[in-house]
């Protein structure tokens, strides 16, 4: 994505956040030791590009919280107060 943003003349400045509503894959994605259990414990971390990323500081991953994750209502089925405060988001108060 950064490569087209700087074709465009978009200048791009590292790291770069990335919001994530799960926990798990920041803690999977930084420089910390997990004990993995479950089936996360046969990924070899060398095989996220993620994981390349953040320790190159190219990325920065942050949590956001699933009530306020923007993205959600671009890809999932929201009704209801969610859809509504999303929506506000998006829009800025625009109707």
């Known amino acids: 994505m950064t490569g087209v943003l700087e074709e465009l003349g978009v ?7 990335v919001y994530q509503d799960n926990k ?4 999977m994605a930084s420089n910390e030791t ?4 479950g089936r996360s414990k046969f990924i ?5 590009s993620v994981y390349q990323h953040v320790e190159n500081n190219k990325i920065n991953l942050v949590y956001v919280g699933t009530e306020a ?3 959600d209502f671009f890809t999932k089925a929201i009704v209801g107060n969610k859809f509504d405060s999303l929506k506000f ?3 800025g108060g625009l109707e």
């Open 34 to 37: 997990v004990n993995f259990r």
């Open 11 to 17: 200048k791009t400045e590292y790291p770069i956040d």
């Open 24 to 27: 798990s894959t920041i803690q």
């Open 69 to 71: 994750m923007v993205a």
């Open 89 to 91: 988001s998006i829009m």
């Open 44 to 48: 070899d971390r060398k095989y996220f």
